[in-house]
């Protein structure tokens, strides 16, 4: 009985920690001033930010790294919705 309880207890972490291993993912805008530009893009994030509500201060980190201000986080998903905004993010995707 000990090996059955084990297993159990096994397989219930393993359906658990499942859904915590889903990519987390993150649209939004950024600009750069003098010359103005901007761009859309998609961002892979850890999952514990995506959790702790720690995405937005991420994202903003990894952009300013490189030059770019966060303008607004359009929305965050997972694997599902990343086909459906490659397109429209072209070079920023996945880029930081």
Known sequence: ???AGLLCAFVA????A??????????????Q???LRLHY????LPAAACRGGAAEAEIRRR??????TLLQVMSFFDEG????RK???GGWFLRF
């Open 1 to 3: 009985m000990p090996r």
């Open 13 to 16: 972490a393993l359906l658990i």
């Open 18 to 31: 499942g859904p915590a291993a889903a990519g987390c993912f993150a649209d939004y805008k950024a600009k």
């Open 33 to 35: 001033d003098d010359p």
């Open 41 to 44: 893009g998609v961002m892979q």
């Open 63 to 68: 952009l300013s790294g490189a030059g770019w």
């Open 81 to 84: 919705g990343l086909a459906e």
């Open 87 to 89: 397109a429209n993010a």
